[in-house]
T-cell receptor, first 112, second 113 residues
Framework: DAKTTQPNSMESNEEEPVHLPCNHS???????IHWYRQLPSQGPEYVIH???SNVNNRMASLAIAEDRKSSTLILHRATLRDAAVYYC?????????????FGKGTLLTVNP | GAVVSQHPSRVICKSGTSVKIECRSL??????MFWYRQFPKQSLMLMAT?????????EQGVEKDKFLINHASLTLSTLTVTSAHPEDSSFYIC?????????FGPGTRLTVT
């Protein structure tokens, strides 16, 4: 599986935008980019996913570089409830491959 | 969104005993479920893929005779930790869903004394 690299931690202020980067220089053409987050003592939660184009949903936006070697998860207005570990994961597409391999993720701290 | 439940949420057991953890998909059918383990301050580690009606597929280094998985129906998978030892104490999490969106259970905290 292709690897992702994320900063260990980031800090933001409440109600400000947050840009969480992810590098995946060995991504292949069929790899989907997934983001999940995990609040303390809970199971992870789906945030967003994309393949080539930028994606928006009610939780966040995903900006994918043109060469797909990096992506950025954007939280438009951070709240205290967004404090979590954010995982950027590549999943090989095709067939019925569901497998997710979690890296270390980025611990996001949101200051009031 | 779809919901995945786990039971129990917490369990304490004595060394040498077995513990069963249930994972249920509440409002959808899941032919495939996943079991993860997470130690404190570490990331999730995939243990096995549970397939309805067939044997589970275990990740390298995971003992299949110790971590028994049964996926007896389209909404239920169970993980049994046999002859538990203190080093098996961990947070166990299951997931189910589609390749594009996985739903995770709330986790089961296992403590072996």
């Amino acid at each position: 599986d292709a690897k992702t690299t994320q900063p260990n931690s980031m800090e933001s202020n409440e109600e400000e935008p947050v840009h969480l980067p992810c590098n995946h220089s060995t991504i292949s053409g069929t790899d989907y980019i997934h983001w999940y987050r995990q609040l303390p003592s809970q199971g992870p939660e789906y945030v967003i996913h994309g393949l080539t184009s930028n994606v928006n949903n009610r939780m966040a936006s995903l900006a994918i570089a043109e060469d797909r070697k990096s992506s950025t998860l954007i939280l438009h207005r951070a709240t205290l409830r967004d404090a979590a570990v954010y995982y950027c994961i590549l999943r090989r597409g095709g067939g019925s491959n569901y497998k997710l391999t979690f890296g270390k993720g980025t611990l996001l701290t949101v200051n009031p | 969104g779809a919901v995945v439940s786990q039971h129990p949420s917490r369990v304490i057991c004595k060394s040498g005993t077995s513990v069963k953890i249930e994972c249920r998909s509440l409002d959808f059918q899941a032919t495939t479920m996943f079991w993860y383990r997470q130690f404190p301050k570490q990331s999730l580690m995939l243990m096995a893929t549970s397939n309805e009606g067939s044997k589970a597929t275990y990740e390298q280094g995971v003992e299949k005779d110790k971590f028994l998985i049964n996926h007896a129906s389209l909404t239920l998978s169970t993980l049994t930790v046999t002859s538990a030892h203190p080093e098996d104490s961990s947070f166990y999490i299951c997931s189910a869903g589609s390749p594009y969106e996985q739903y995770f259970g709330p986790g089961t905290r296992l403590t072996v004394t």
